[in-house]
């Protein structure tokens, strides 16, 4: 048998970002053939990614990239499972690489993402995710992204990494700034009125009529006070109509604040990490409460 030398080991572990355990495996299973150690890793990495894939991936990070002219940037969620990996700087860097790569190449969707040449590296997308997969023992998962192209400007802000949003306006870059720190906070669901599900405001109106019903209301009066509910709602999911966070006069709202700066908002798109995804509780004190039952019979 060949011998494995530490820097045979360092060789492989720089050529393929996995770990060094794994990569001392593959050159003795291989007998010290680089290429073959390589290509085996591969086709691992591929089958602990295919096995990962299966589980919920609800942690991760929100990564953005502008560039350098502020006309095209992209938002993008990149999962993973647990909150110590999504702190991970070989996973950050791939989030990062990822936005990189949508602003670049203008994918249609994840599965066109996942053919493509990855920015700042070598490989694909998706052999540079199943190498991290490889090499953080966690599912990792590109759940979406958007572009923007733009003849305005174009703002980020992240906070942390758990909250990303991507602003296309026009204006001065303060106000880019404050809109999309608004916007992280607010977390409005749309630009104005003709953004929001119509099935939402008739759930407000529904709701709203049967609680003015239930009160005592008469009926003459239900769809005035629902109308007068829907409008309220409206200024609370509707960015246009909700409060500017920091308004002096805690009553300036942003439609109001653009107008007074001869400003607009032609788009917007918010992510948080996680949002929508079902995640597992494992009940570790019924799981051990049952293994003791089976034990005793």
Request: with cysteine; hydrophobic share 45%.
């Given at each position: 048998?060949?011998?494995?030398?530490a820097?045979?080991v360092?060789?492989?572990?720089?050529?393929?970002?996995?770990?060094?355990m794994?990569?001392?495996?593959a050159l003795v299973?291989?007998?010290?053939?680089?290429?073959?150690?390589?290509?085996?890793?591969r086709?691992k990495?591929?089958?602990?990614?295919?096995?990962a894939?299966?589980r919920?991936?609800?942690?991760?990070?929100?990564s953005?990239?502008?560039?350098?002219?502020?006309?095209t940037?992209?938002?993008?969620?990149?999962?993973?499972?647990?909150?110590?990996?999504?702190?991970?700087?070989?996973?950050?860097?791939f989030?990062?690489?990822?936005?990189?790569?949508v602003?670049?190449?203008?994918?249609?969707?994840?599965?066109?993402?996942s053919?493509?040449?990855?920015?700042?590296?070598?490989?694909?997308?998706?052999?540079?995710r199943?190498?991290?997969?490889?090499?953080l023992?966690?599912?990792?998962?590109?759940?979406?992204?958007?572009?923007?192209?733009?003849?305005?400007?174009?703002?980020?802000?992240?906070?942390?990494?758990?909250?990303?949003?991507?602003l296309?306006f026009?204006?001065?870059?303060?106000?880019?700034k404050?809109?999309?720190?608004?916007?992280?906070?607010s977390?409005?669901?749309?630009?104005?009125?003709?953004?929001?599900?119509?099935?939402?405001?008739a759930?407000?109106?529904?709701?709203?009529?049967?609680?003015?019903r239930?009160?005592g209301?008469?009926?003459?009066?239900?769809?005035?006070?629902?109308?007068?509910t829907?409008?309220?709602?409206?200024?609370?999911?509707t960015?246009?109509?909700?409060?500017?966070?920091k308004?002096?006069?805690?009553?300036?709202t942003?439609?109001?604040?653009?107008?007074?700066?001869?400003?607009?908002v032609?788009?917007?798109?918010?992510?948080?990490?996680?949002e929508?995804?079902e995640?597992?509780?494992e009940?570790?004190?019924?799981?051990?409460?049952?293994a003791?039952?089976?034990?005793?019979g």
């Open positions: 048998m060949a011998e494995v030398t820097g045979m360092k060789e492989l572990r720089e050529a393929t970002g996995l770990g060094m794994d990569c001392k495996k299973e291989t007998n010290g053939d680089f290429k073959a150690a390589e290509e085996l890793l086709i990495s591929g089958a602990k990614a295919s096995k894939s299966s919920v991936a609800a942690e991760g990070v929100i953005s990239f502008v560039t350098p002219d502020g006309k940037g992209a938002v993008v969620e990149v999962n993973c499972e647990t909150d110590f990996v999504a702190k991970n700087d070989d996973f950050i860097a989030a990062n690489n990822v936005a990189q790569t602003v670049k190449n203008d994918p249609a969707d994840a599965a066109a993402l053919n493509l040449a990855i920015s700042n590296g070598s490989g694909t997308v998706e052999e540079i199943k190498a991290l997969v490889m090499k023992g966690e599912n990792v998962s590109i759940r979406r992204f958007a572009r923007f192209a733009t003849s305005g400007k174009l703002a980020t802000y992240l906070h942390g990494s758990k909250i990303g949003v991507l296309d026009t204006g001065d870059d303060m106000l880019g404050d809109l999309a720190m608004h916007i992280a906070a977390k409005p669901k749309s630009i104005d009125a003709s953004g929001v599900n119509p099935e939402d405001l759930t407000e109106r529904r709701i709203a009529i049967e609680k003015a239930e009160a209301k008469p009926e003459a009066m239900l769809e005035k006070i629902a109308e007068g829907v409008q309220k709602f409206l200024k609370d999911v960015l246009l109509g909700q409060v500017f966070v308004a002096e006069d805690g009553k300036q942003i439609e109001q604040l653009l107008k007074s700066r001869g400003a607009t032609a788009a917007f798109q918010m992510y948080i990490v996680g929508g995804i995640k597992v509780v009940d570790y004190a019924a799981e051990v409460a049952a003791v039952a089976a034990i005793k």
